[in-house]
């Protein structure tokens, strides 16, 4: 029964059903019609003698009396020598005499004495109507049994339909299509499925999106603490008599970086749920800054980048110092990756107010301002031939945005296209 299509199941209970009121109505109108009738005429003599009863004194009762006559074919006579009427027998073959009720009854008159009534009613014989219902229920049946198909054909697609649309919806999710949207329509319980199932298909594409994004996040990241330590461990390997002390902590300041950023990557993907908390500290920003600068002049200088440093003062601000780092990274990352042909990058540090900006200046092609709103989403990037032959994955400023919101910043660019940009980011300094 379970593997039963849903069209076939409807079928078979709007058929049951049908049986049901039939098989009721057969009995009903044939086989108890007689008995049911009467039943029905006795209570109607019943009812008669009550009437009469209440009228006996009145000067109504000969109204009464004609009125049970006419209309219930109740006859009303003196008990003495009262003879039941003749009926004419319409055909002579037929021997059954028609049944009849016969009840007396005495009533009391004004003047105290008594008079004896006969009510007597005629059974009018049913055979005839048992067989022309019988005949009317063939039909009847015939009817039913269309109705009941075309009823059920009607119905189970009215409800099978939007159920089987749901399932090829929900096989194509299957599938991993977590665009699929489900059109559930008809009635309260599907558009209510279908509702569930939507929000169930976004959910699902969220999960997916984020497994994406971490995917590229880790990628992202460590490539440049791998290119530091890399290309140090190269030169160590090809000129060990130079192996400078500074050059070897390099290597081990980037492997920590590393390995903060690997411990760190699940919360940079839950940046975005909201999930990662801030490992906030107070810390010298602009030392911080320095070692970063430090850090990439080392890497780059061979390509014969300039990285230079405008600051006024020392500013000190709390607030996770890896995220920042990380933050000031890319967009250095991808200043140099865009500078000009003076291959110059300039990191200026400014104070104003409680409010500390940090601006990243490079003099290459700039972006156009059709491309400005857009840079700041995941996995943009203008369609250009860049210089580097690796590059990003179009997460690194979306990674500056998340957190720079995070720590309740402001963030921002101003560029020209053949002139350069100003990426900027400014943090209170609490
Ligand atoms: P990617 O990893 O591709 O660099 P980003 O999110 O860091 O991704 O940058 C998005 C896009 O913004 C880049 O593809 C690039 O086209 C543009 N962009 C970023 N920084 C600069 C810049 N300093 N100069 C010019 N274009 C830039």
């Given at each position: 029964?379970?593997?039963?299509?849903?069209?076939?199941?409807?079928?078979?209970?709007?058929?049951?059903?049908?049986?049901?009121?039939?098989?009721?109505?057969?009995?009903?109108?044939?086989?108890?019609?007689?008995?049911?009738?009467?039943?029905?005429?006795?209570?109607?003599?019943?009812?008669?003698?009550?009437?009469?009863?209440?009228?006996?004194?009145?000067?109504?009762?000969?109204?009464?009396?004609?009125?049970?006559?006419?209309?219930?074919?109740?006859?009303?006579?003196?008990?003495?020598?009262?003879?039941?009427?003749?009926?004419?027998?319409?055909?002579?073959?037929?021997?059954?005499?028609?049944?009849?009720?016969?009840?007396?009854?005495?009533?009391v008159?004004?003047?105290?004495?008594?008079?004896?009534?006969?009510?007597?009613?005629?059974?009018?014989?049913?055979?005839?109507?048992?067989?022309?219902?019988?005949?009317?229920?063939?039909?009847?049946?015939?009817?039913?049994?269309?109705?009941?198909?075309?009823?059920?054909?009607?119905?189970?697609?009215?409800?099978?339909?939007?159920?089987?649309?749901?399932?090829?919806?929900?096989?194509?999710?299957?599938?991993?299509?977590?665009?699929?949207?489900?059109n559930?329509?008809?009635?309260?319980?599907?558009k209510?499925?279908?509702?569930?199932?939507?929000?169930?298909a976004?959910?699902?594409?969220?999960?997916?999106?984020?497994?994406?994004?971490?995917?590229?996040?880790?990628?992202?990241?460590?490539?440049?603490?791998?290119?530091?330590?890399?290309?140090?461990?190269?030169?160590?390997?090809?000129?060990?008599?130079?192996?400078?002390?500074?050059?070897?902590?390099?290597?081990?300041?980037?492997?920590?970086?590393?390995?903060?950023?690997?411990?760190?990557?699940?919360?940079?993907?839950?940046?975005?749920?909201?999930?990662?908390?801030?490992?906030?500290?107070?810390?010298?920003?602009?030392?911080?800054?320095?070692?970063?600068?430090?850090?990439?002049?080392?890497?780059?200088?061979?390509?014969?980048?300039?990285?230079?440093?405008?600051?006024?003062?020392?500013?000190?601000?709390f607030?996770?110092?890896?995220?920042?780092?990380?933050?000031?990274?890319?967009?250095?990352?991808?200043?140099?990756?865009?500078?000009?042909?003076?291959?110059?990058?300039?990191?200026?540090?400014?104070?104003?107010?409680?409010?500390?900006r940090?601006?990243?200046?490079?003099?290459?092609?700039?972006?156009?301002?059709?491309?400005?709103?857009?840079?700041?989403?995941?996995?943009?990037?203008?369609?250009?031939?860049?210089?580097?032959?690796?590059?990003?994955?179009?997460i690194?400023?979306?990674?500056v945005?998340?957190?720079?919101?995070?720590?309740?910043?402001?963030?921002?660019?101003?560029?020209?296209?053949?002139?350069?940009?100003?990426?900027?980011?400014?943090l209170?300094?609490?």
């Open positions: 029964m379970d593997k039963l299509k849903l069209q076939w199941k409807i079928f078979g209970f709007l058929f049951g059903f049908c049986a049901l009121l039939l098989v009721i109505l057969w009995i009903f109108q044939t086989v108890f019609l007689s008995d049911m009738y009467k039943f029905i005429r006795k209570v109607e003599i019943d009812k008669a003698i009550t009437l009469v009863e209440k009228n006996i004194n009145s000067t109504k009762l000969q109204d009464v009396l004609n009125e049970l006559e006419v209309t219930k074919e109740i006859i009303v006579r003196p008990t003495q020598g009262f003879a039941p009427p003749e009926r004419p027998i319409p055909d002579k073959r037929i021997r059954k005499q028609p049944e009849t009720i016969t009840k007396a009854k005495e009533f008159l004004e003047d105290g004495s008594k008079i004896s009534l006969t009510f007597h009613a005629m059974i009018t014989p049913v055979d005839a109507t048992v067989s022309t219902l019988r005949m009317q229920l063939f039909v009847i049946t015939g009817i039913m049994v269309l109705l009941a198909t075309l009823l059920a054909i009607i119905i189970s697609k009215h409800i099978s339909k939007p159920i089987v649309q749901i399932n090829q919806s929900a096989k194509v999710l299957a599938m991993g299509n977590y665009e699929t949207k489900f559930g329509r008809g009635f309260l319980e599907i209510e499925l279908s509702d569930t199932l939507n929000t169930a976004l959910e699902l594409s969220k999960v997916e999106q984020l497994r994406r994004e971490l995917m590229a996040n880790v990628s992202h990241d460590l490539r440049t603490p791998l290119a530091f330590i890399y290309s140090y461990a190269e030169m160590m390997h090809d000129f060990p008599q130079e192996v400078t002390s500074e050059q070897s902590q390099i290597i081990m300041d980037e492997a920590k970086r590393l390995t903060a950023l690997v411990n760190d990557m699940l919360d940079i993907s839950s940046l975005e749920t909201g999930i990662a908390k801030l490992n906030k500290v107070n810390y010298n920003l602009t030392e911080s800054l320095r070692k970063t600068i430090l850090r990439m002049k080392e890497l780059v200088k061979n390509d014969g980048y300039q990285l230079e440093l405008e600051n006024a003062e020392d500013v000190c601000i607030a996770d110092e890896v995220k920042i780092t990380q933050a000031i990274y890319n967009l250095l990352f991808n200043a140099i990756t865009y500078s000009g042909d003076d291959k110059k990058v300039i990191v200026r540090q400014s104070v104003n107010g409680n409010v500390v940090i601006e990243i200046i490079d003099h290459g092609e700039g972006i156009s301002k059709s491309d400005l709103p857009y840079i700041w989403e995941r996995y943009y990037k203008v369609d250009k031939k860049h210089k580097r032959p690796k590059m990003g994955t179009g690194g400023l979306s990674i945005k998340k957190i720079v919101e995070l720590h309740k910043g402001e963030y921002g660019v101003e560029s020209e296209v053949g002139k350069g940009s100003t990426f900027w980011f400014q209170r300094i609490e």
